[in-house]
């Protein structure tokens, strides 16, 4: 109590925290019920809950900077970018939770919050985890005697053969931002490595970039690997044709790619999960991360405490992650969504151990920065790809233009 009560480093505008002041809290719809939830559980939490728009925070926050008012005291972001751009000078507003929130608390999170990690401080608490894994079919796979991948090696050699057995059907995506996550971010490819406070190293010439064109172009070429998105049309036609036999992706494909009617539309028994392939001289097979939710507590806040007690607790309670739509990033948590996905029906095989065991592989090399690759790959890497080009015609562009993102956000690039 007496820590909460403190002032934090970094400035606040409210040195007390006041445990009878109304809490403002800003969530998604997917959250709501979660929070909806808590406020339902905890009736003395005096607690107003509103929805609002995620591309426009920043510049509402920047508002309510000059202004002196209106910031909420709590926000859920399924932008992991946020907790570079809301720790920054520029906004000045996340809290640092190492003293809100118990340590053997956030023990529990393993390596899930290190993206939280801003400058040596907790700025944030993660809600999911993205990791990637490696969906497949695994009736088709065992019918055409086909042996899953543990390198990317035995990936590309798979996909050759696909290609020459099995024309028409694929192993993987190209045509989407995803090629980033689940391929590049993979590798370690340096496009938002952070090497101190205000810095980042980008090369898209690094070997771990290139060894991806390397890998990609030539699948993409011979029709293994489809130049169209995850959740393109013409990539549900081809699930449901029976020609998705391979899909590197995040943990929650299976459940939003595979599973609804309006996507691919799988029938029972088919999907399983196996481990990310490992890069060629790297001693683990790391993932990337698509996606990943934050919750953040504004140092405003008159009431810090009780902001962060609702961030633990959306982060951590079983009665909601349980039955969250996503893998939870806190540990016990996890078990008990994982315990309610062993029976589903849907997949061939219980997905939860292999989705357990990559939540603690995805690549620590890339962080949060305040600039956003999105658009960036999509103009770039997705453009010559969907155009019948090469990854790597759009690697040069490519650096381009994160450079000059990195640099108008106040970076300096090495």
Known sequence: MVLSACTPSGGSATPQSDPDRPLLVWS?????PGFEQFKKAHPNVKMKIETYDTSAL??????????????????????????????????????????????????GFGSANDTCKIDGKLVCLKNDLAQSVLWYNKPLMDRWGYEIPTTWQEYADLGRR????????????AGGQ????????????PLQTVTGPGAVHINTKDPKCTRVTKLLDPLIKSGAVSRHGPFDPEMIKLSKK??????PGASWYGDFLFKPAASFATPNGKIAAAPYPKWQGESKN???????????????????????????????ANKYQA????????????????AKHASDTFYATDPFPVLQKQANLINPAEKPTVYEVDAAITSTLVAKVRAGGKLADGMADLQTQLIQLAQSTGYTVN
């Open 28 to 32: 998604d719809s997917t959250r709501q």
């Open 58 to 107: 920043l510049t509402k926050i920047q508002l309510f900077n000059r202004t002196g008012k209106g910031h909420p005291d709590v926000i859920f972001s399924p932008l992991p970018t946020h907790a570079a751009s809301l720790s920054s000078k520029l906004f000045d507003f996340a809290e640092p939770l190492d003293h809100l929130v118990p340590a053997s608390v956030q023990q």
């Open 162 to 173: 696909v290609a020459k057995d099995h024309p028409g059907t694929i192993i993987g995506s």
């Open 178 to 189: 995803f090629v980033y996550y689940d391929f590049l971010y993979s590798s370690g490819c």
């Open 242 to 247: 029976g020609k998705v036999l391979m899909m």
């Open 286 to 316: 790391y993932s990337g991360a698509t996606g990943g939710g934050i919750y953040v507590v504004s140092k405003r806040s008159a009431n810090k405490k009780g902001a962060a007690a609702v961030a633990q607790w959306m982060a951590t």
């Open 323 to 338: 039955n969250a739509p996503t893998y939870p990033a806190y540990g016990p948590a996890a078990k008990a969504w994982g």
